[in-house]
Structures are given as C-alpha cells and as structure tokens.
C-alpha cells in the first residue's frame, strides 16, 4: 500500500472501504501505518519488509511430486518494530486461503511479491505477534537477474528449494532478507518411501497413511536465503564427528558412488575449519547430493549444504566455511556479498597451502597475473568492479566477488602477519555469531585489532576501487 493511495478522497464504496480498512482506529486515534514492502536492499529493493522482525518460522507442508502440489501453513512468530496497521510478507506465485493474525481472521491482498496483512486490531511497536498463513498450489522456479534459477526446482524424483538470493519465497511467506533472521521448525509430509531432508537436526519422523511426516529443527538463527529443502529418494549416512556434532548426509543414488570420498572428508574438514575459524556455530552438520541437472550451482544452505552431483574438495571447503562466513555471520545487505564469497575462496586457498598445494600467495600472483583462469576474459572479469561495489543484482555472484574479495583478506594478511590474521578471521566470526554485519563493520574491526597498522590503501585500491590495483 503505497502512501498516496492512503490518500484520495472518499468517492467510491471500494474507496471507502479502502480508507476503513487501511487507517485502522485504535484507543480513538489513528496509530499504525503499514510497515512498508521492502528494506531498502541497495540489490534487491523488494526484498524483506519493514516494521517487524521475525523470530521463529513454524512450517507445516505436505508436498506430492506426482503433481507437484504443495500444500502448506506458516506460522510466522514476530515483534513489531513500528506501531503496524498493515504488514507485508514476501510470497511468490501460490494461493492463500487465508491468513490469521493473533487468532483473528486478517485482510489480505497480493501484489507481485508483497502479500499485505492487515490485522484485524493494530499491532503496538515491542509487541510480539504470531501470524498464521494458509497457502497451496504450484511453486514456481524463480530465474534471477543473473539468470541462475533457484526457488523450486523439480528434480528426478522431487524437488529441491534453493534460496538465494530471493527464492524462499516461492516456498513460504517470510520477510525474505537476510538481516532478518529467524529459529525455524519444517515439517514436511510426502509420499511414503521419499525422503525430507531439511536444515538442523531431524526430530521426528513418522509414517501414517502411506505418507511420511519428517520433522526438522533450526534453534540457531537461520537467513531466509539459506533454508532449503530437498525431496526425493536418498541414501542416507548419519553419525557423529569424534567431537559429538550430528551428521546428516543425503545423497541421490545415483550420485553415491562418486560422493563417498570427498563427502567422508565432511570430519576432517570440519576440523580444520574450526581450528582455523573457531567453534562451529551451528548444532548439526552434512550434505545435500542431488544430481547435476538438479540444481546448477552449490549453495551453502545452513548446516547441509546442497551440491550439483559429487562436489570436489574444495567445493566441499568452500561450502562448509559459508556456515562460518554468511550463515552465522550473514550480510547485512546483498552489496556484502565479498564477506561470504571471498572469505569461503579464502578457505579453499588456504586448505590448498595447508595440504600440500599451492601456497596462498602463490594462488593470489596467479589470479594478480591471469594465469589462475582458464581464458583471458575470465582473468580479465575479475576487475570488472571492487568486491565491495558489485556493478548489480547481476553481478552479485560475479568473480570480483569470490577472488577479489579473497585477495582482501590476502592484503590484510600480508600487512597484519598470520598470527593477528588469524585473530582476526577468527574474532571476527565470534563477534558476529549467529548475527549480520556488513563491509564498514569489517574494515573497523580489521583496524581495532591491528590499531598500528594502515590499511586505507588496502580499503581504496583493493576493496572500493575500480580496476586492477597498480601493484600487488
Ligand atoms: N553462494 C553460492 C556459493 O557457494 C553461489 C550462489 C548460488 C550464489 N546462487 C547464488 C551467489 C545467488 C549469489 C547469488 O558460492
Ligand atoms: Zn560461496
């Protein structure tokens, strides 16, 4: 509902009944204005709402492959940031039925990616909501600007829902941003004999009916970006690491032959990521194998991350340091995208030099001089734009992004020397925990915990700047 809109004069019953229902009177005056579609996202404008925060995503769904019906209830746990007479949720394509706010049945109207709520009372800022949203129909799968798809995929034998950067809500109603995180239970019903695989730990499972419910835990804060949800058939491989962290592994048959290896890494790994980055911060870990023409692209989804078929090692590297850096410490906006995607590149050069390969320097020469790409414009695409500035939303995922922001973190090494770089990576983790922070954050811790230091060269040739640094 856009301001004007509030305002034309009284002229039809539509109008009028418009008026009622939007300045919602409450104790004799007017006190709620709509919370607003959108958090400003300098990428992605529509993304997220304003005026509450959500704390806990309680999602019922029943899912058929057969006719790719879902069928689902949301209940949406949130405290109001702003006196609301009306609030958005993202939801893209689906039906709903009908939408409760507090128990009481709410007005509802859909417009492209915004479905407005207007509570039946006005909701007070502080105040703690819970909002229930029945809903059913076809997802749909979302191309982005960069033309990779994500939101619903149907696979082989299911589906898959990926979520990056906006495609939750083809899935569920939410404020699909990722400064707003949330805890979240999903309960998924299919036909027996598939399987629901989703984040955290697996609660109950339980067949009635010829069908099967698999219930699923988060209790950490989760970014709507990074839920997912894959159904099909699996095999599945659960234990526990040597230090009592549950894994849980979903492989594609298909795929299981070629994954053992590398997913038998997943201990080891782990490991070596804590000791390089710190306590785990999440409850669970494992992996999502599905095939290659499933999904096209590994996404870091919370503690089981989803890979196009078998991954390599440093795929699996890559993936698994993003629950460090970008699930628990998640960006603020999608401009700060370089502090997920450099630092998990970061990670596999680093695991390289740990491990008998190449040493970190000897990986940013090879980028600094082209010789890391497979072609000349590769090589050339990596100045295309500072990894704190992507050009758009097409380019959020672009090379500047992954090797130019891991060349950061390479300048700061050189100037602060490993032991102060590790303290940094390290605290930096710590001190964002299960949070959101974004690049002017960054750069001031860097400077807190090397106060003798420089880095405004580092920060205007390497971070902000057009092109290629003179110099490496
Ligand atoms: N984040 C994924 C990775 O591990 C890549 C990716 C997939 C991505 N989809 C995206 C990045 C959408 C940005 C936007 O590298
Ligand atoms: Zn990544």
Redesign the pocket.
């Known amino acids: 509902m856009s301001r004007s809109a509030r305002l034309v004069p009284v002229g039809t019953p539509a109008l009028a009944a418009l008026l009622a229902l939007t300045l919602t009177a409450c104790d004799g005056g007017v006190h709620g204005t709509p919370g607003g579609s959108g958090v400003h996202d300098p990428y992605f404008p529509k993304a997220g709402n304003g005026g509450y925060d959500v704390t806990h995503y309680g999602l019922t769904l029943s899912y058929d492959p057969g006719t790719h019906r879902l069928t689902g209830k949301a209940v949406i746990t949130a405290r109001a940031t702003e006196d609301l007479s009306a609030f958005d949720l993202d939801l893209k394509g689906l039906d709903v039925e009908d939408v409760t706010v507090e128990g009481s049945r709410a007005r509802f109207s859909r417009a492209g990616q915004e479905l407005t709520v207007r509570p039946h009372d006005d909701l007070d800022k502080g105040e703690t909501f819970s909002t229930t949203v029945r809903y059913s129909g076809t997802p749909e799968t979302i191309t ?1 600007p ?1 033309e ?1 798809e ?1 939101g619903w995929l149907r696979t082989a034998d299911g589906a898959l829902a ?1 979520g ?2 906006t495609g939750s809500m083809a899935w569920f109603p939410g404020n699909d941003h990722p400064s707003d995180k949330a805890s979240y239970d999903i309960a998924v019903t299919v036909p027996k004999g598939l399987q629901a695989v989703s984040n955290g730990e697996l609660t109950r499972e339980t067949t009635t009916g010829g069908r099967t419910t698999f219930a699923w835990h988060t209790a950490e804060p989760m970014a709507t970006y990074v839920a997912t949800l894959a159904i099909g058939h699996y095999d599945i491989t659960r234990y526990t690491t040597k230090s009592g962290l549950p894994v849980y592994v979903a492989v594609d048959p298909k795929q299981t032959e070629a994954s053992r290896k590398v997913l038998a890494k997943i201990p080891e790994i782990m490991e070596w990521e804590e000791y390089n980055f710190g306590p785990y911060p999440f409850s669970s870990t494992g992996a999502i194998v599905d095939r290659p023409d499933d999904a096209g ?4 989804t919370q503690t089981r ?1 989803v890979f196009p078929g078998a991954p390599d090692t440093g ?1 699996l590297v ?2 698994l340091a ?1 629950q460090w850096y ?1 699930d628990s410490v998640t960006p603020k906006t ?1 401009r700060d ?1 370089w502090l ?2 450099g630092f ?1 590149t970061y990670a596999e050069w680093l695991w390289d030099e740990d491990h008998g390969g190449d040493t970190v320097q000897q990986t940013f020469d090879a980028v600094y001089d082209g010789d890391y790409f497979d072609n000349a414009d590769q090589a050339k695409a990596i100045w295309a734009f500072p990894p704190a500035k992507p050009s758009s939303a097409a380019h ?2 672009d090379r500047p ?2 090797e130019r922001g891991a060349m950061v973190l390479h300048k700061i090494r050189q100037k602060v020397g490993d032991d102060t770089f590790y303290d940094i990576i390290q605290g930096w983790a710590a001190a964002h925990r299960h949070g959101n922070a974004d690049t002017a954050e960054f750069t001031a811790y860097v400077e807190k915990m090397a106060p003798d230091k420089d880095f405004d060269a580092i920060w205007d040739d390497w971070l902000y700047g057009d092109g290629k640094p003179d110099h490496r």
């Open positions: 982005d960069d990779s994500e990926l990056e950067p692209y590994a996404l870091e991350p795929t890559h993936e993003h970008g999608w995208m997920n995607e998990a959020i995922s992004v992954y």
